[in-house]
Nanobody
Framework: QLQACGGGLVQAGGSLRLSCAVSGSIYSINGMGWYRQVPGKQRELVARVTSAGSTNYADSVKGRFTISRDNAKNTVTLQMNSLKPEDTAVYYC???????????????WGQGTQVTVSS
């Protein structure tokens, strides 16, 4: 139900834009976000945005990455600028979805997209 796109290879200092769309039968969406994972390490939060538009970022990406969402289109986007080699990872989009009314929100994950930043 989450489809991410936009990863790729870029040189240090460059930019990439990741997008993720929620599809299927959805009643409502709560928080949405992006996480990343490198081999041998735990998945970590990159950025998150609430349904009201409040955002929070990992310290390592503050000032370089911007997360946004379009509630009408059920999409979340991560604009990544001034990329560094240490940003190299598989990036996963995440959304807390309520599929039917009067049920708890559950986390859903996209398939992951590779971002590689060369030095």
């Amino acid at each position: 139900q989450l489809q991410a796109c936009g990863g790729g290879l870029v040189q240090a200092g460059g930019s990439l834009r990741l997008s993720c769309a929620v599809s299927g039968s959805i009643y409502s969406i709560n928080g949405m976000g992006w996480y990343r994972q490198v081999p041998g390490k735990q998945r970590e939060l990159v950025a998150r945005v609430t349904s009201a538009g409040s955002t929070n970022y990992a310290d390592s990406v503050k000032g370089r990455f911007t997360i946004s969402r379009d509630n009408a289109k059920n999409t979340v986007t991560l604009q990544m600028n001034s990329l560094k080699p240490e940003d190299t990872a598989v990036y996963y989009c995440n959304a807390d979805l309520r599929v039917v009314p009067v049920t708890a929100y559950r986390p859903y994950w996209g398939q992951g997209t590779q971002v590689t930043v060369s030095s």
